[in-house]
């Protein structure tokens, strides 16, 4: 996991999918150094058989790193219960509501933690402007193409 003092913990964004969709490290590198040559990739980790476990992306020109994990079993299963039971009165529009159908048939999630650069140089009211999300809506989109699944942002309870 990505540890760096001069970033701190912003939001965590999770993509939902079917385990049997879960793509190879390679495929996870060729995707991300594909989408911005900002990205430096680092802490790549994969399984015996090269299936995604985690990395980490930095994006030095958005004051952005993203440390991103691959997540299966009990933890999804619950994880998915408790998103269900919190959209259950949600006001969501047919393609929303779609995807949250979608949700009881995943097994497998992507977690994309958003860190940000911070300096004791600037102060903090300032530090939101420089961070820039674009890194992080980038990252979260393609994972969703990649894996068919379901983006979602806890934090606003956005289906994506």
Request: glycine residues 4%; without cysteine; hydrophobic residues 40%.
């Amino acid at each position: 996991m990505f540890e760096r003092d001069e970033y701190k913990w912003r939001e965590t964004y999770f993509v939902l999918f079917d385990s049997s969709r879960r793509p190879s490290l390679k495929r996870i590198e060729k995707m991300l150094n594909g989408l911005s040559e900002r990205f430096q990739l680092s802490n790549a980790t994969a399984d015996q058989d090269d299936r995604f476990e985690s990395i980490t992306v930095l994006s030095p020109d958005d004051y952005a790193a993203l440390d991103i994990s691959y997540v299966a079993g009990e933890e999804v299963a619950e994880s998915i219960e408790s998103l269900e039971a919190e959209f259950a009165d949600a006001q969501l529009d047919p393609e929303e509501r779609k995807k949250l159908a979608r949700l009881k048939t995943f097994d497998a999630r992507i977690d994309l933690l958003h860190f940000e650069q911070v300096s004791d140089d600037v102060p903090e009211d300032d530090a939101d402007e420089m961070l820039d999300p674009s890194a992080l809506l980038i990252v979260l989109d393609a994972m969703v193409e990649l894996t068919g699944g379901v983006g979602i942002d806890p934090q606003s309870g956005t289906l994506m």
